[in-house]
């Protein structure tokens, strides 16, 4: 294992697909606790370059993430397959962090008073301990958060779990997932202070702008949700001049457009499609099948892909696959209904469809 090469993709791809759902999460927790802190007065006009109040919750979410996250490495070498979570619970997950999101920016809003139970405390009988332990229990809610991300992982994560459990060895398992988390970690700082800077210097635009933000980041991971659902409600679906990329077909030409549509070929009464993944996507993105004849449809990645788009999805016909870097795999099925079906990766970021005529 190249754990160099691990690094750096936690340092780029890693660190960028990440942060829109975990960045999203620490950039929730810290502004709630600028929003207490401003409210009580303790901060003061002056901007410092080096406090605990920004750096804390940010090492404190970095470091249990880092622990949580080589314990999953360790286990999945281990165990393999057996220690990860299926598809519908990370979108469970999904979905949850989203509106823990949502209701953030509600806070920051004064939208209601429900919304300010969203500051996580220690439970009482570790309250002291705690407090005198770290002086602050302010770092209680970003170390739990942190450590419970491996509940909510991104595509390259996921990519990375591929590797670790491929790799046979808890040592190797735990190696690949600390390294990559490390090359995550200053996206994720940056996202933190920045967030806790921008607070003190900007304070009266500070919630609002806040609040949109996370609204934001809310709806895209929701609707990357829906997306990997399949659902008519994702903003996909909802807009289909975006998905048909294709011009409709009329019944006098659909025989010929499919004969000579390049993506599909039909040999002994299957039709074939392959999609090549890479680190931006899916090629093709569109493509057109016949009903109730069957399709052979071939994944492959070649010259090492280390995104997102390697958890393949394709709901309707119950395919999920998690690729290697390199890798190729095969499906079989017979679509019975005609209509539009959407593939994407585990998190909705990529996407394509395939239309059945």
């Not at 008073?113 to 969203?118: C, D, E, H, M």
């Not at 808890?170 to 090359?183: E, R, T």
């Not at 890479?278 to 892909?305: I, M, W």
Request: proline share 4%; hydrophobic share 45%; charged share 15%.
């Amino acid at each position: 294992m190249n754990y160099w090469l691990i690094f750096f993709t936690g340092l780029t791809s890693g660190g960028v697909t990440c942060a829109a759902m975990q960045g999203g999460l620490l950039a929730g927790i810290i502004a709630n606790q600028k929003r207490e802190e401003t409210e009580k007065n303790l901060k003061s006009t002056k901007v410092n370059s080096f406090d605990l109040a920004d750096w804390g919750p940010v090492a404190a979410f970095l470091s249990t993430k880092l622990v949580s996250h080589i314990i999953l490495g360790a286990l999945m070498g281990l165990l393999g397959s057996r220690v990860e979570l299926s598809l519908s619970a990370r979108l469970f997950f999904q979905t949850l962090a989203a509106l823990f999101m949502f209701a953030t920016a509600m806070n920051l809003l004064d939208v209601h008073p429900i919304f300010r139970r969203l500051a996580f405390q220690p439970p009482k009988i570790f309250y002291k301990w705690i407090k005198k332990s770290s002086g602050s229990t302010s770092l209680f809610a970003p170390a739990l958060f942190g450590f419970f991300t491996i509940l909510i992982p991104c595509g390259v994560t996921q990519a990375m779990e591929v590797l670790a459990i491929t790799s046979g060895s808890a040592l190797s398992g735990a190696l690949i997932m600390g390294s990559f988390v490390l090359g995550t970690a200053p996206m994720f700082a940056l996202v933190g202070i920045a967030t806790a800077k921008f607070s003190e210097v900007w304070r009266t635009y500070f919630l609002r702008t806040a609040a949109v933000l996370l609204i934001g980041m809310a709806l895209y991971s929701v609707n990357g949700a829906l997306q990997v659902l399949d659902s008519p409600y994702s903003i996909q679906r909802l807009g289909p001049k975006l998905v048909r990329l294709l011009p409709p077909y009329t019944s006098s030409s659909q025989t010929k457009k499919f004969v000579n549509d390049p993506n599909v070929k039909l040999e002994d009464g299957v039709q074939k499609v392959t999609i090549s993944i890479a680190n931006s996507g899916y090629s093709p993105k569109s493509f057109r099948v016949q009903k109730d004849v069957p399709v052979e449809l071939t994944l492959e990645t070649k010259g090492g892909v280390y995104s997102c788009a390697t958890a393949f999805t394709f709901r309707a016909f119950n395919i999920s696959d998690l690729l290697k870097p390199v890798d190729s795999k095969v499906h079989t099925f017979t679509p019975t209904k005609k209509g539009i079906y959407t593939f994407t990766c585990s998190m909705g970021m990529y996407s394509g469809t395939m239309e059945v005529i």
